[in-house]
């Protein structure tokens, strides 16, 4: 199995940090075109990018302002084994955060294209977070 994780540290508390990632209409500012889901161990979120892209994930943890985890339960057949997570350090001056997506059945194209999105996505969450930079869906990665 294969993983992705980056680190990036946020000038924002943790409690700002876990609302831009489990919040559909803060989620949508960074990451899917739409979402839905409660930040609830077990509930479902819906990540809808495109109609070929309509992904689900279920909830296996979540700690408000600490950490917030995802097992993918309908994904293209790459993502399907996968889990990400968002575990939130807090520290002086704002929030490490420790980034992950586990799971990767095989290091080819879709999980290299994967990691180089996650690093353009996080630093999209990093400017939503700090600046209220919102980037239009159709110029993320």
Same mark, same amino acid.
């Given at each position: &199995?294969?993983? /992705?994780?980056?680190?990036? #540290? /946020?000038?924002?508390?943790?409690?700002? /940090?876990?609302? !831009?990632? $489990?919040?559909?209409?803060?989620?949508?500012?960074?990451? +899917?075109?739409?979402?839905?889901?409660?930040?609830?161990?077990? *509930?479902?979120?819906?990540?809808?990018? $495109? +109609?070929?892209?309509?992904?689900?994930?279920?909830v296996t943890k979540?700690?408000?302002?600490?950490? #917030?985890?995802?097992? &993918? $339960?309908? !994904?293209?057949?790459?993502? &399907? +084994?996968?889990?990400?997570?968002?575990?939130? *350090?807090?520290?002086?001056?704002?929030?490490?955060?420790?980034?992950?997506? $586990?799971?990767?059945?095989?290091?080819?194209?879709?999980?290299?294209?994967?990691?180089?999105?996650?690093? /353009?996505?996080?630093?999209?969450?990093?400017?939503?977070? *700090?600046?209220?930079?919102?980037? +239009?869906?159709? *110029?993320?990665?």
């Amino acid at each position: &199995m294969h993983s /992705i994780y980056h680190d990036l #540290f /946020i000038e924002a508390s943790g409690e700002a /940090i876990f609302r !831009a990632i $489990t919040t559909p209409s803060e989620l949508n500012n960074w990451w +899917p075109l739409r979402s839905s889901g409660q930040a609830d161990v077990g *509930e479902e979120y819906n990540f809808y990018f $495109t +109609p070929e892209y309509d992904w689900y994930g279920k909830v296996t943890k979540s700690e408000a302002g600490r950490a #917030f985890h995802v097992k &993918m $339960t309908r !994904a293209d057949e790459d993502w &399907m +084994p996968t889990s990400f997570g968002f575990d939130l *350090e807090e520290m002086q001056g704002g929030t490490q955060v420790h980034f992950w997506h $586990t799971g990767w059945p095989a290091c080819n194209h879709h999980f290299k294209r994967s990691s180089y999105c996650w690093a /353009i996505l996080l630093k999209g969450l990093k400017d939503y977070v *700090e600046k209220g930079v919102i980037v +239009p869906f159709e *110029e993320r990665e």
